[in-house]
């Protein structure tokens, strides 16, 4: 395929739409381009700043640069357990959560930012190989294109990978990039120790913005524990379903009404279908704390929204059943258990006493298993089944609560090919 | 220095040779895999432990060690 023939590939599959609260950074220029190739992505974002070790850890320390991929981990701590020898800096663009669409949007229109993350990281710990895994060819024929426009990164590899919910955890990409099934290894030995650093496409770009600023107005939006900005995923039942960027801590009822969010949803979920339901409660603050003190997850940044034309139990019903599915089936407790658990939330839509039922499959799968897939998806169910106690009262009484299943969770990949 | 009893999920096949060897410390679930209650183990020589982590034909069972 020649680079023309590429671009306009990548032009016709640009369906999400972004906005931005506050300033833009990781999305900026995006309203007036299509896709930032090199020319203009200097043009908006200034030359990259050549750095060494110390600087990076310290600039990653002071504004406690996090991955920002779903597990949160300090990218400072990450960078010093990398082992000596070999190196491989392994750019994770998997994005396998089906509802998020940041990953992708950053690799299509923004290729640049990550590109220059992954070559500040191999050129202060001196690895000779990056790698950038993604699951589709959209994404992919963005990075190569950006590659080839490049000197600096001709060492760069783009490899495209299996698709599938747990095929997106970092230990199963580099699983997957050395040949091996595409799946999480059964004991959990940290990739660090084998030389290979992997980070989510937006921690790398993330990287790229705090280099060119520097700490200090890195941090001049975020809040004090979790400086900067994030991306958002926002879907469901809203106007404007797509890709925010905003600064973190940003009230979740700011970004529901930025989003076109109906005044009183059903329920809102945020973090994904490995996040939690959570109570209507538009004060919550869109940061890892934020959610963490309103018993939820930050995860990938997902929101999203169920209005009242939809049964909400059967939303969570069949979004259980997805999460059973994408079991890489490995693990007996999540091989197993996940399809029980999806057979009881089903019981409870048809009206049937389940719940009891449910809580203990619930036990059966959590912190049983070789990745984070059963105890993402026990707390995605437990929390659904506490925020919908009203609605699975009125399935038991009535056989229903006389709405149709809308599918409004989104639960196919949108565009993998 | 103690250890943990910790099970490779993606090899156990649910055979219950550890709950019949340590039915003290591990119970089986409907499916029969193992529910670990009692992980912690004060000795990392002791002597029924070590038994059945050897004893577990699908090499699941396995002790870490923590220091």
């Given at each position: 395929?020649?680079?023309?023939?590429?671009?306009?590939?990548?032009?016709?599959?640009?369906?999400?739409?972004?906005?931005?609260?506050?300033?833009?950074?990781?999305?900026?220029?995006?309203?007036?381009?299509?896709?930032?190739?090199?020319?203009?992505?200097?043009?908006?974002?200034?030359?990259?700043?050549?750095?060494?070790?110390?600087?990076?850890?310290?600039?990653?320390?002071?504004?406690?640069?996090?991955?920002?991929?779903?597990?949160?981990?300090?990218?400072?701590?990450?960078?010093?357990?990398?082992?000596?020898?070999?190196?491989?800096?392994?750019?994770?663009?998997?994005?396998?959560?089906?509802?998020?669409?940041?990953?992708?949007?950053?690799?299509?229109?923004?290729?640049?930012?990550?590109?220059?993350?992954?070559?500040?990281?191999?050129?202060?710990?001196?690895?000779?190989?990056?790698?950038?895994?993604?699951?589709?060819?959209?994404?992919?024929?963005?990075?190569?294109?950006?590659?080839?426009?490049?000197?600096?990164a001709r060492h760069?590899?783009?490899?495209?990978?299996?698709?599938?919910?747990?095929?997106?955890?970092?230990?199963?990409?580099?699983?997957?990039?050395?040949?091996?099934?595409?799946?999480?290894?059964?004991?959990?030995?940290?990739?660090?120790?084998?030389?290979?650093?992997?980070?989510?496409?937006?921690?790398?770009?993330?990287?790229?913005?705090?280099?060119?600023?520097?700490?200090?107005?890195?941090?001049?939006?975020?809040?004090?524990?979790?400086?900067?900005?994030?991306?958002?995923?926002?879907?469901?039942?809203?106007?404007?379903?797509?890709?925010?960027?905003?600064?973190?801590?940003?009230?979740?009822?700011?970004?529901?009404?930025?989003?076109?969010?109906?005044?009183?949803?059903?329920?809102?979920?945020?973090?994904?279908?490995?996040?939690?339901?959570?109570?209507?409660?538009?004060?919550?603050?869109?940061?890892?704390?934020?959610?963490?003190?309103?018993?939820?997850?930050?995860?990938?940044?997902?929101?999203?929204?169920?209005?009242?034309?939809?049964?909400?139990?059967?939303?969570?019903?069949?979004?259980?059943?997805?999460?059973?599915?994408?079991?890489?089936?490995?693990?007996?407790?999540?091989?197993?258990?996940?399809?029980?658990?999806?057979a009881d939330v089903a019981a409870l839509?048809?009206?049937?006493?389940?719940?009891?039922?449910?809580?203990?499959?619930?036990?059966?799968?959590?912190?049983?298993?070789?990745?984070?897939?059963?105890?993402?998806?026990?707390?995605?169910?437990?929390?659904?089944?506490?925020?919908?106690?009203?609605?699975?009262?009125?399935?038991?009484?009535?056989?229903?609560?006389?709405?149709?299943?809308?599918?409004?969770?989104?639960?196919?990949?949108?565009?993998?090919? | 220095?103690?250890?943990?009893?910790?099970?490779?999920?993606?090899?156990?096949?649910?055979?219950?040779?550890?709950?019949?060897?340590?039915?003290?410390?591990?119970?089986?679930?409907?499916?029969?895999?193992?529910?670990?209650?009692?992980?912690?183990?004060?000795?990392?020589?002791?002597?029924?432990?070590?038994?059945?982590?050897?004893?577990?034909?699908?090499?699941?069972?396995?002790?870490?060690?923590?220091?």
């Open positions: 395929m020649t680079a023309l023939a590429e671009r306009a590939t990548t032009a016709r599959r640009l369906e999400t739409e972004t906005w931005v609260v506050g300033a833009p950074r990781l999305l900026a220029g995006l309203d007036r381009a299509a896709r930032l190739d090199l020319r203009a992505h200097l043009a908006v974002h200034g030359p990259l700043p050549a750095v060494e070790i110390d600087r990076l850890l310290s600039y990653a320390d002071a504004v406690r640069l996090a991955g920002r991929g779903g597990a949160g981990f300090p990218l400072a701590s990450k960078l010093r357990s990398l082992a000596e020898g070999q190196r491989h800096i392994v750019v994770n663009g998997s994005e396998s959560e089906p509802a998020s669409q940041k990953d992708r949007v950053l690799l299509r229109r923004a290729p640049h930012l990550m590109l220059d993350g992954a070559l500040a990281v191999a050129q202060a710990t001196r690895a000779r190989r990056v790698t950038v895994a993604v699951h589709d060819a959209a994404a992919a024929a963005s990075v190569r294109a950006a590659v080839a426009e490049r000197p600096d760069v590899r783009v490899r495209k990978i299996t698709a599938g919910f747990v095929s997106g955890e970092a230990r199963a990409v580099v699983r997957a990039l050395k040949g091996g099934p595409a799946k999480p290894h059964g004991r959990r030995t940290p990739d660090t120790l084998t030389g290979t650093f992997v980070s989510n496409v937006e921690t790398f770009a993330q990287l790229a913005i705090l280099l060119r600023i520097g700490p200090h107005r890195f941090a001049d939006t975020g809040t004090h524990a979790e400086p900067g900005t994030t991306l958002l995923t926002v879907g469901g039942a809203v106007r404007r379903p797509g890709v925010v960027e905003i600064p973190i801590g940003t009230p979740l009822g700011i970004v529901l009404a930025a989003a076109g969010a109906p005044a009183y949803p059903q329920a809102v979920i945020v973090g994904g279908y490995h996040g939690a339901w959570i109570a209507q409660n538009s004060h919550v603050r869109l940061s890892r704390t934020g959610l963490a003190a309103a018993g939820g997850a930050f995860g990938a940044g997902v929101v999203l929204v169920l209005d009242d034309t939809t049964c909400a139990l059967g939303e969570l019903a069949r979004v259980t059943g997805w999460l059973a599915a994408q079991s890489a089936r490995q693990c007996g407790p999540c091989r197993f258990g996940l399809p029980a658990l999806a839509v048809a009206g049937q006493r389940a719940l009891t039922a449910a809580f203990g499959h619930v036990r059966a799968v959590e912190g049983r298993g070789a990745c984070a897939h059963p105890d993402g998806a026990a707390r995605f169910v437990t929390s659904g089944l506490h925020i919908l106690q009203d609605e699975t009262e009125r399935h038991l009484v009535h056989g229903g609560c006389g709405r149709p299943i809308a599918g409004q969770l989104p639960i196919e990949t949108v565009s993998t090919r | 220095m103690s250890a943990r009893i910790q099970v490779d999920w993606t090899r156990c096949d649910g055979h219950g040779l550890c709950a019949a060897l340590l039915p003290d410390r591990i119970g089986r679930d409907e499916w029969g895999f193992p529910i670990v209650g009692q992980p912690t183990v004060g000795d990392p020589n002791d002597g029924d432990v070590r038994h059945a982590v050897a004893a577990c034909p699908a090499l699941a069972l396995y002790l870490h060690k923590t220091p």
